[in-house]
């Protein structure tokens, strides 16, 4: 608990300080590693989710009326506060992975200064990692 409580505050720090690459770096790490935790996946995978699978993801518009009205209370927060992005496992299967309203923001943040952090245009991944090349 306290490293998450940590790490919401390191992260909310970092989305409101203005662009710096040293922070734009510490965001993006602090990110990859917020989703991990709340996912409890494998690291590898949320390091190779793509920009196109990120974009494509899924939010409650898309979920169909007679599903919504079949969920608990509980379950309807859920569907109307996280977004599913489907992303590429072990063996080229489709992994889910629910994201947070935070992780969210964060990874918009990221891709809102992705050029001036020096990344690639045609890098294809959304969490970058020093050792990550195309």
Not at 1 to 19: H, V, Y
Not at 57 to 68: F, L, S, T
């Amino acid at each position: 608990m306290r490293l998450k409580n940590f790490m919401d505050k390191k992260t909310e720090s970092l989305l409101e300080t203005l662009f710096n690459k040293a922070d734009w770096d510490l965001l993006n790490q602090m990110t990859l590693a917020q989703i991990v935790m709340f996912i409890r996946r494998r690291g590898g995978e949320m390091q190779r989710m793509q920009v196109d699978s990120y974009t494509s993801r899924m939010v409650n518009k898309d979920c169909p009326q007679e599903v919504y009205e079949a969920l608990s209370a509980t379950e309807r927060i859920l569907v109307n506060t996280m977004v599913r992005v489907e992303i590429r496992g072990k063996r080229g299967r489709t992994v889910p992975v629910l994201m947070t309203e935070k992780s969210q923001s964060c990874l918009e943040v990221l891709f809102k200064w992705r050029n001036e952090a020096g990344v690639a245009k045609d890098n294809i991944y959304v969490l970058q990692s020093p050792t990550m090349a195309l």
